[in-house]
C-alpha cells in the first residue's frame, strides 16, 4: 500500500462546497486586497491564540520578518534562536539586520532548552526566538521569566502550533499567547493551510501591532502618508476566505492527529531501535509531525521509500552548520543535542484523513525494517 506524508486532495474532499463558497464570495466582489476575510480572520486567529491583536501577513516568513524587523535592531544585535527548525526562523533574523545566536535543545521536546538559551545571552543579545517545533510548545514560562530577568524581547515562532497549548499554573496557554509577538504561517502543509502562501502575527500590546500593521504596509497608517519605510506584505483575501472556510475544523483536525499519534506511540512501543516522540504532560501536541528517533535512520528512510510510505527528515542539516551561516563561525559538535537530532529523526504521516489501514502499514513498514 502506498502511503503519502500529506494529503490534502483528501482534506479537499471533505470541505470543498465550503471553501468554493467562501471564495467564491470574494471572487464575486471582486475585491482582493485587505477585504473583509483579511480582518474577520485576523480576529478569530487572535481569539483561538488568547491574544489581543491579530496582523495577517505574506507568510510566516514575513511574520517573523516583520516581528523582529519591529525591534529596530542595530548591526551586531544578537538574537538567540535554536538550530533544530526550518530555515526561516534564523533567515528572518538576519535579513532584519541581526545575527543568530544558536542554542541547543531539549533531547526530549527537540524545543530550545531554556537554559541554553540563557547561557548564550552576552551583552548584544536583544531577543530569543522560541520556536514550538512539530507542533508542541516550549516552555513559554521559563522563557518568559528568562526574557523578564534579562530585559530581552521574546517572539514564537509558531509557524508549526497553531491551536497548540500547555497548562501553566492553572490556565491553558495557547502558542502566540506569551510572546511579544506570535508568528503562524498558512503555508499549504501547515495544520492550518491556505491554498497558496500566507501568515499572521498576534501581540498583546497594542503599539506592538500598530507597528506590525504599518511595517506591513508600507509604513504608513494613512494611505499615501509614511511615518517610516515598511514593505508590503499583506495576507491575500482569498487566501482568508479559504483560511475561514477551513478555521472551525481545526480542533477536530489536532484532535485526530492526537489519536494518529496515540497509535504510533502503542505500535512502537517498548522497540529499542525505534524512540517515539514523547510530549510534556503539560503540553496539548498538536502533531504537526510525528517524529520518531530511529537508529540506521537513512537506511530506515531507503526502506520507506522503496516501499512507497510517505517520509521526511525535518531537518538533516542544523541551521549553524549551513554554508550562508560558515561567516558566524560555528563547528560541528558546536550543538550536540542538534547534531544527533538531526541524524536520527524521521517524519512519518499523521495528516487527519489518514486511515487506520494506510497507518497500519507505515507502522508495518517501519517495524519490518527492524526485523
Ligand atoms: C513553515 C515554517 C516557517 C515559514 O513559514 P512560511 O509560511 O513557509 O514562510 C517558519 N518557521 C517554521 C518553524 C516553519 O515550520
Known sequence: MQVPLLDLGAQFRTIEADVLGRVKTVVDRQGFIMGP???ELEREVARLSHAAHGVGCASGTDALLLALWALD??????????????FATAGAIHNAGGTPVFADIDPVTFNLDPAAAEAAITPRTRAIVVVHLYGQMAPMEAFADLARRRGLRLIEDAAQAIGARRRIGEAWRMAGELG?????????TKNLGAWGDGGMM?????????RLRSLRLHGGTREYFHDEVGTNSRLDTLQAAVLLAKL??????NARRRELAARYDAAFDGHGAIRAPR????????????????DRRDALADHLKARGIG????????????PCFAHLGYRAGALPVT????AEVVSLPVYPELTPEQQDAVAAAVLDFYR
Request: charged fraction near 20%; aromatic fraction near 14%; charge should be negative.
Open 73 to 86: 535592531l542595530e548591526p551586531g544585535d544578537e538574537v538567540i534562536a535554536p538550530a533544530f527548525t526550518f
Open 202 to 210: 498576534v501581540a498583546q500590546d497594542d503599539a506592538v501591532a500598530a
Open 279 to 294: 510530549t510534556e504532560p503539560a503540553n496539548e501536541h498538536t502533531w504537526h509531525q510525528y517524529t520518531i528517533r530511529a
Open 339 to 342: 547534531e544527533a537530532a538531526t
Open 180 to 188: 511579544d509577538t506570535g508568528c503562524f504561517s498558512f503555508f499549504p
Open 248 to 253: 472551525p475544523r481545526l480542533a477536530g483536525w
Open 311 to 322: 517520509h521526511k527528515v525535518y531537518y538533516p542539516l542544523a541551521l549553524h552548520l549551513q
Open 37 to 39: 476575510e483579511v480582518a
